[in-house]
């Protein structure tokens, strides 16, 4: 069996994030999908608009996946990836991570056979949280 880890914020559920959790379920037969927490959320992105544990839930019932965990805060992604223990990683084509950068730094903690890959952008419009929500925003300004 081919265990396969995405991550993400997944705030708003919009197809660029079906686009990305459907590739990663094509290169193997188990998804095993990390959802960021609201603290690694307000660091590294926005104050998040959905709650972690509701994000949890939305991914989860999602039908490429087959299980949805919550991130660490603080915790580092190596240690996520040790519990999930992942034959390939996908990363989003969003993602701040160097694929080549990611394998070598799994190698020195160990673990040697993850292979990374990265995810093809999807081409739908609105396809980003914050284009989403700039949109809405700037439609309220419209109504008022």
């Known amino acids: 069996m081919v265990r396969v ?14 686009s990305y959790l459907q590739q990663a379920k094509a290169l193997g037969d188990e ?7 609201d603290n690694t959320v307000r660091k590294k992105k ?7 544990n509701m994000r949890v839930k939305i991914v989860e019932n999602l039908k490429p996946v087959d299980r949805a965990i919550l991130g ?8 996520t990836v040790k519990d999930v223990k992942p034959d390939i990683i996908v990363l989003g084509f969003d993602q701040r991570f160097d694929e080549n950068d990611l394998e070598a730094k799994l190698k020195e ?5 993850i292979k990374v890959v990265r995810a093809t952008e999807c081409a739908e419009d609105l396809s ?3 284009k989403i929500v ?3 925003r700037n439609s309220k ?3 008022q």
């Open 109 to 113: 903690n160990g673990m040697e056979n």
């Open 72 to 79: 660490r805060d603080g915790g580092n992604i190596f240690d």
């Open 46 to 52: 926005h104050e998040p608009i959905t709650p972690e």
């Open 128 to 130: 980003a949280t914050r």
């Open 141 to 143: 300004g419209d109504s």
């Open 134 to 136: 700039s949109r809405i």
């Open 31 to 37: 998804l095993v999908v990390v959802v960021a927490c």
């Open 5 to 18: 880890m995405a991550s993400g914020v997944f705030d708003i559920i919009h197809t660029g994030h079906i």
